[in-house]
């Protein structure tokens, strides 16, 4: 039983689930080979199951990477499936989840090139301060922070954003900053934790927190942001933070390639490796 665990030749940063499950897979009798998605060598059709995870330079060759995808998913079962990379790796998705009801933090979208005026986008929307963040993206990659009175001063950089890629603009949600921006971790059918994310902006290091409780609330809305999809997915990550009257809300829904937080919480990295070995085993 082999399976490919899928990342990049050169990684932003560490990837401290690689490790984790590589050894838990060997131990439950599985052969894992971690083959980067930009290898040209990389034998994907040797392998019985491709599990998506460490690929976190994919923005910088969105096309490449779905031609990539394309190609694996026609010679081995890829989790999660082609279909679900297909539709979340632009987080146009926000827009989709709402239109169904699901509560998401307020979002702006903006195709490449149609930079409209950043100070008179803040005053219409009322917001003190925007984060301004690339649709296609991992981890922070070109996401800032503005206020609305130094929005005219940063309009050459917002237009020069726009002008290279579909750009997003979302309220700055001051919950990040307390109680904190929270990561719903969701395998095999069913959330396992929660950790807690400091707010990250390019270029700064991630810190989190140890595993914690997921609320009812926010049990409620990952739920309802994975139904659709659930029956597909061997993992996700619901990212929430809650609004200005305490209300959760989404503000990102990661199933490509999310960090688990498995050394947080031991009892997600058991569930993960059943998941494959049984899907192995189909």
Known sequence: MRVAI?????KPEPDPDEALLVAALADAGVEPRVLAWDDPAAAWHEVSLCVLRSTWNYPHHADEFLAWARRVA????MYNPLPVLEDNYHKSYLARLAVR????????HLARGQAPDL????????WDRAVVKPAISAASMGTWRVERKAAAASQARFAADVAL???MVQPYMRAVEEPGERALIWIDGALSHAIRKTARFAGEHERVSAALPIADDERRLAEAALAPLAAQLLYARVDVVRDDAGAPRVMELELIEPSLFLAEHPPALARLVAAIVARLRE
């Open 119 to 126: 100070a008179a986008l803040l005053d219409e929307r009322g």
């Open 74 to 77: 026609a010679v081995t079962r």
């Open 6 to 10: 899928a990342t990049c030749l050169h």
């Open 165 to 167: 890629r579909d750009t």
């Open 101 to 108: 009801g699901v509560a998401v933090v307020d979002t702006v």
